[in-house]
């Protein structure tokens, strides 16, 4: 279950604004104590699901995961090799589904492509820059071209059956996506012109929130009982609850 903690508030400011410093462990130890204590308050969601009152564990993921010193009553531990928890998990899924495929993971930060090889590119900034509103059409455009080109190169050399693609944004239903750092809009049909440019808009295919993905390998490498509360913590903060891993 992916959560929206993007803008929690804690102390006044939201987690996307607070510094990212020794004391942030402690700022997030505080925001979990607020979840669990259903008092927690967000600038975009009405409220947080009931099952946030049953968090038991803590599991940090995500490339600044090893950076963060914890302060909270409930237990945190840092994922085995934290930056590649949600490859696990779109591996987990091809899996099960007995397929072979590609697990593309579209971070903040970078671009992780993973077949029988792992592909990890950087953002430019220059090209595709921290995106404002209303969205600015050349960062869009290089943007899809990023995604395609490595997808293209993947494909040339793997012949994939699916696709997985992980997003740091909110994954509606209907697989509308939310707003994020990238230049799309809400709504956006941002996935099918990737897809389209890459030559992959027939491949069959799972979309998933960033820290959805990672809380499913979290669930696959150190199942639990009761609830875990995955955090990604790299560009920005995401979060996923894992019911009964075990």
């Known amino acids: 279950m992916p959560l929206e903690v993007w803008d929690l508030v804690i102390d006044g400011a939201t987690l996307y604004e607070a510094d990212r410093g020794v004391g942030f462990g402690a700022v997030l130890g505080r925001a979990v ?18 099952a946030c009152r049953e968090i038991e564990r803590v599991v940090l993921v995500g490339g600044a995961a090893g950076t963060v010193v914890w302060r909270g009553r409930v237990p945190a531990t840092v994922a085995r090799d934290a930056e590649l928890c949600a490859e696990r998990g779109g591996r987990a899924i091809l899996a099960r589904a007995g397929v072979r495929g590609l697990v593309v993971d579209l971070g903040q930060s970078r671009l992780k492509v993973s077949g029988v090889e792992r592909r990890v590119l950087g953002r430019d900034l220059g090209r595709i820059p921290i995106s404002a509103r209303p969205v600015d059409g050349r960062g869009r455009e290089a943007l899809v071209e990023f995604v395609a080109d490595a997808l293209r190169e993947a494909v040339a050399e793997e012949c994939p059956e699916a696709l997985v693609l992980a997003l740091p944004c909110e994954i509606g239903d209907d697989g509308a996506v939310g707003t994020c750092s990238y230049p799309w809009d809400a709504g956006s049909p941002i996935v099918q012109e990737i897809l389209l440019r890459a030559g992959l808009a027939r491949l069959p295919g799972w979309l998933l929130n960033d820290a959805e993905l990672a809380a499913i390998g979290v669930a696959e490498d150190e199942p639990g009982d009761g609830v875990t509360l995955v955090l990604t913590l790299g560009f920005g903060v995401g979060a996923a609850l894992v019911r009964d891993a075990g």
Do not use: H, T, Y
């Open 33 to 50: 104590e607020q979840l669990i204590d259903g008092i927690a308050v967000s600038e975009s969601w009405p409220g947080f699901p009931e």
